[in-house]
Structure formats: structure tokens, C-alpha cells
């Protein structure tokens, strides 16, 4: 009995686990799938809704909720800024260009946080409704992991929706499929860019400030977390909304799994299941846009 406990309890962990690397991650797939641009900085826009709610919360009073939403529109602006500026001008260049620009911006980040923060890790206060834990089955479940779970549900069913059942959605896959023709068809392809990237930063900086009490907040946290979002991306597809979350939701499990049951080599098991699946699915488990 204590074994399936304790089973249910790192399962429960792992979905809670992966569904913030999703939250944080589908950006990135976003970015990566519809504009083919290679994102290396996306860590940094988490980092600083994570910052900013920090900030919020800290220094000028603002509940934990309230601070999430500003998070949210922090990143967003910001995300929307840079793509005008910087962004833009290397959308059709090489992939090592992207790769190097990115990476320079993920360092100037770090840089950057560290300098008005300094190298510690920051705290964060939840409120007191999202503290403690919930009695299930025989199972005590955590009440943050719970809310982090249920704020995942609503962003991909809000992204789903988004994507299939508005004007926004069927301009966005009009863009993917063909840029030359939905620009003869009217849409401003530019404009659905500067959307997009700017609503993947946004909810990289919301998976951020949720993920402060779960993944920690500290200047590194952009290169930190790069390759578990790298590897959401690539073992779930980019360019989808269900393919990430399936691969998030996988690999958070195995890993807490792995560092549960085996935490000599627990950093391992991640790596080992992320080869697996690109064997058995090479175009990602719902499969890449070109």
C-alpha cells in the first residue's frame, strides 16, 4: 500500500512538473514551428515574469494572483518589443545566426538579472489557500501542484480554442501552411508574427512566475532550463499545442521518477527517455512543421 502511495504521489509530481515545462515551453514550439526561428532566449522571458512577479509581490505589495497576470503582460510587452526590434531582422537568416543571437541575448539576460537581483535565488509567499495539502484517496497531494495543474488545463484549452475556433487561429495556420499565399489572401502575415511571439512570451513568463516555488528563480535559470525546453520541443513536435504537452507531461514524469527511485543517475533517466521516443518518433510525437 505504501508503495502505490508513493507511487501516485511521484506521478502526481511528475504531471505537475511537466505541466509547467509545458506552460513554459509551447512558446518555444510556437516560435520554432510557425516562424522557424530558433529561440535559444525563450528561458529569459520565463526568467523575467518570474522577476516581475517578484518584484510585484515584493517591493510593491501586489498579491500573488495579481502578480501572475503581470507576469503574463511584462513578458508579453517585452516579447513584442524585441520582435519588432531584434527579432525580426533575422527571421530569414541562417540557423547558426539565430543560434548565436539568441544565445548572446540568453547571456545578456543573465547579466542583466543578475546585476539589479544579484546571483541569489529569489523567494516567493503564496497564499495561504495555495499552501499545504489536499487529502485524496489516501493520498496527500499538494495544493500549488494542483493549481499549477489546473492553470495548464485552462491555457491549452484557451490555446486550443485560440488556434481552431477563431479568425486569429485560422490566420496563424494560414501563415504556417503558406506565407506567400495568405499574403496575397490579405493577412498580415508581420502582424500575426508579432501576435504570436508576443503571446508565447507571455505565457513563458507566466510558466515563470508559477514556477518560482517549483523550478527556484535566479539568474541562471535561462540556461538552466534550456534543454528541458529544448527537449519538450523536439520529442513533442513544434508548431503544436497537444505534441509538447504530451512530451512535457512524459518527460516531467520520468524525471521526478528518476530522481525518486534512482538519484545516483536520476539526471540520466530525462536523457535516456528523450532518446527513446526521437527513435521510435523521429518527427516528434505529433510531428514537426517544416
Do not use: W
Not at 117 to 132: D, K, N, Y
Not at 216 to 235: C, N, R
Not at 239 to 249: D, M, N
Request: charged residues 10%.
Amino acid at each position: 500500500m505504501t508503495t502505490i502511495v508513493s507511487f501516485i504521489g511521484v506521478l502526481f509530481d511528475g504531471v505537475a512538473y511537466g505541466s509547467l515545462l509545458f506552460l513554459i515551453s509551447i512558446g518555444l514550439s510556437v516560435t520554432m514551428g510557425l516562424m522557424n526561428f530558433i529561440n535559444l532566449a525563450h528561458g529569459a522571458f520565463a526568467m523575467l515574469g518570474g522577476y516581475a512577479a517578484v518584484v510585484a509581490m515584493s517591493r510593491l505589495g501586489i498579491p500573488f494572483l495579481p502578480a501572475l497576470a503581470i507576469a503574463f503582460a511584462v513578458s508579453g510587452a517585452v516579447g513584442a518589443l524585441l520582435e519588432r526590434v531584434l527579432y525580426r531582422r533575422l527571421y530569414r537568416a541562417a540557423h547558426l545566426d539565430q543560434v548565436l543571437f539568441t544565445i548572446g541575448l540568453t547571456l545578456m539576460s543573465i547579466a542583466t538579472a543578475t546585476y539589479f537581483f544579484g546571483p541569489a535565488q529569489q523567494p516567493v509567499r503564496l497564499p495561504g489557500f495555495l499552501t499545504g495539502q489536499l487529502h485524496v484517496l489516501g493520498v496527500d497531494l499538494g495544493t500549488y501542484r494542483l493549481f499549477l495543474i489546473a492553470m495548464v488545463v485552462l491555457a491549452t484549452l484557451a490555446l486550443t480554442f485560440l488556434v481552431e475556433r477563431t479568425r486569429f487561429g485560422a490566420q496563424v495556420r494560414a501563415s504556417v501552411d503558406n506565407q506567400q499565399a495568405s499574403v496575397g489572401l490579405g493577412i498580415n502575415v508581420e502582424r500575426v508574427f508579432s501576435v504570436t511571439f508576443a503571446l508565447g512570451s507571455a505565457l513563458a513568463g507566466l510558466g515563470g512566475a508559477l514556477g518560482i516555488d517549483v523550478l527556484g528563480l535566479d539568474p541562471t535559470f535561462p540556461l538552466k532550463y534550456m534543454v528541458y525546453f529544448l527537449l519538450v520541443v523536439a520529442v513533442g513536435g513544434a508548431g503544436t499545442i497537444r505534441g509538447p504537452l504530451i512530451a512535457a507531461l512524459i518527460l516531467g514524469v520520468f524525471d521526478v521518477a528518476g530522481k525518486y527511485y534512482v538519484p545516483q543517475i536520476g539526471s540520466f533517466v530525462i536523457y535516456a527517455v528523450m532518446v527513446i521516443m526521437l527513435l521510435l518518433f523521429p518527427a516528434g510525437l505529433v510531428g514537426r512543421r517544416a
